[in-house]
């Protein structure tokens, strides 16, 4: 079945530093894909997401870009704040008969300091 | 902004008790999720439910658990006799797939079994 395999955590960087979250995933056909965000205390947000090949989905300084050749959706930052401190889940739809599900990896998670 | 609500954010009941996890899907949203996550580990779905019924389940999604839509805005997830490998944090989603949006997920119910 599809599936979705992102770094380990957690990460922990300083403040204005350079964020990579690698994301990989296995899929039948072409799945959209997703970043989720989840802040202390509260449910999942999307981030961002593209729904085929060479977009590129962004929002709040955050990208990833949909890469079929390497079956990848890398989440990049060029300079977090102590604000993006969060869990972030990868993820990807399938779709059977009506309904579309989310599979989700395992979640990394990005601590921030000043 | 509509939200998904869930209540109630924390829930604890012995084993083999019976509980009603609840959510408010957003108003106008076909397609009901439920998923969950276990300490340490993935977001995993469920159950999907469009049109008053089951559209997909995983194997989690046993004989234990059933879902309900009673009165046109909640959404309930109900275990008949709750186990210790049930303690989770659930997470409700809904989204209008008719308009193409993304699903957008509750803050979700953290249900400890003891």
């Known amino acids: 079945g599809n599936s979705v395999t992102q770094m380990e955590g957690p990460v922990t960087l300083s403040e204005e530093a350079f964020l990579t979250i690698n994301c990989t995933y296995t899929?039948?056909?072409?799945?959209?894909l997703f970043w989720y965000v989840q802040y202390p205390g509260e449910g999942l947000q999307l981030l961002l997401k593209a729904t085929k090949a060479d977009d590129k989905g962004s929002n709040k300084g955050f990208e990833a870009t949909y890469r079929k050749e390497t079956t990848s959706f890398h989440l990049e930052k060029g300079s977090v704040q102590v604000s993006d401190s969060a869990v972030y889940f990868c993820?990807?739809?399938?779709?059977?008969?009506?309904?579309?599900?989310?599979?989700f990896g395992k979640g990394t998670k990005l601590t921030v300091n000043p | 902004e509509p939200e998904v609500t869930q209540t109630p954010s924390h829930q604890v009941t012995q084993m083999g008790q019976e509980v009603i996890l609840r959510c408010v899907p957003i108003?106008?949203?076909?397609?009901f999720y439920w998923y969950r996550q276990i300490l340490g580990q993935k977001v995993e779905f469920l159950v999907s439910?469009?049109?008053?019924?089951?559209?997909?389940k995983s194997e989690i999604f046993d004989d234990q658990f059933s879902v309900e839509r009673p009165d046109g805005s909640n959404f309930t997830l109900k275990i008949r006799s709750t186990k210790l490998e049930d303690s989770a944090m659930y997470f409700c989603?809904?989204?209008?797939?008719?308009?193409?949006?993304?699903?957008?997920f509750g803050q979700g119910t953290r249900l400890t079994v003891v």
């Open positions: 899929a039948t056909g072409y799945p959209s």
């Open positions: 993820a990807l739809s399938e779709t059977q008969g009506g309904s579309e599900k989310l599979v």
């Open positions: 989603a809904s989204n209008h797939r008719d308009l193409n949006t993304e699903a957008f």
């Open positions: 439910f469009y049109n008053n019924e089951i559209s997909e």
């Open positions: 108003s106008n949203h076909l397609y």
